[in-house]
């Protein structure tokens, strides 16, 4: 008898493969424990961006196979593309067999209306400077390292970790107006499609909220990333839930198969709505 958790679908988003700070062992043991009906990979999967040859370890490739293996499997597999992995837009809409390539999806969940889709067409930064959208993703990569290594050694003092962009993104007004107004844009815009639910990725800010857009009342839904926050969003018995691993250290050998620090996983769960 398998001991997976049966779910109804599961989202993910900005894995970011192909980057230092991909948590890409915790997200194999993640995929390991679940047996969605579908997976949406809402964007940012893989980091063409800012992909190298020489960097792109076994645990990168184990997210990949453990994808195909679902597929294999008869997951419904839907790659919604982003724009870190806009290359791939070009295929939208190619399908083969239960595995699907597009830019957005739209599904009928138990009589509500989902829309499904990464949210960089709603960036006003990726519409008007993409060049400073790219440096930024360059320089976050860069702040997740130090990071990494700061904290690998709060932990060896027996300090608390800490982490850099979010106190960058808590701190500074214009991040979090960047946030509010971004869902706030998307909301409304739903509301205007008569979508009942929304669900994006993106900012990297995993939440679960209920939103007034335009008189009416939308679900809005992010399913965050695998770099900080390490979420995932779960359907299952007519409820969303949030998934989100918990940080614990990982062995010398992991480290040295990544060439960086690495932080490892258990688990906790946010239900919405509450019970």
Excluded at 99 to 120: Q, S, T
Excluded at 197 to 209: L, Y
Aim: aromatic letters at 10%.
């Amino acid at each position: 008898m398998s001991d997976k958790r049966p779910l109804d679908i599961v989202v993910i988003s900005d894995v970011h493969l192909g980057i230092y700070g991909c948590h890409a062992k915790e997200l194999v043991n993640y995929l390991d424990s679940i047996d969605p009906r579908i997976l949406i990979l809402n964007g940012d999967i893989i980091d063409i961006w800012q992909f190298s040859k020489r960097f792109f370890p076994k645990s990168h490739t184990k997210v990949i196979r453990r994808i195909l293996k679902m597929i294999g499997k008869g997951t419904e597999v839907y790659y919604l593309t982003g724009n870190h992995d806009e290359a791939l837009r070009k295929y939208a809409g190619f399908n083969l067999s239960n595995f699907v390539i597009d830019n957005k999806l739209i599904l009928d969940v138990d009589g509500k209306r989902h829309w499904f889709f990464h949210g960089d067409v709603y960036d006003v930064t990726m519409k008007n400077s993409k060049w400073l959208a790219k440096l930024g993703g360059k320089g976050y990569d860069i702040l997740i390292i130090i990071n990494r290594l700061v904290n690998h050694l709060l932990e060896r003092m027996g300090r608390e970790k800490m982490s850099f962009s979010k106190k960058v993104k808590d701190s500074v007004k214009q991040a979090v107006k960047f946030i509010s107004d971004f869902e706030q844009t998307v909301a409304d815009i739903a509301a205007d499609k008569e979508f009942d639910v929304v669900c994006c990725g993106h900012i990297h800010q995993p939440i679960i909220k209920e939103m007034a857009a335009n008189g009416k009342t939308v679900t809005y839904l992010n399913s965050g990333d695998w770099v900080e926050n390490l979420t995932s969003l779960e359907y299952s018995q007519g409820a969303w839930t949030l998934y989100q691993h918990a940080d614990k250290k990982v062995t010398a050998a992991e480290e040295e198969e990544e060439g960086v620090l690495d932080w490892g996983a258990a688990a906790r769960v946010i239900t919405f709505p509450a019970t």
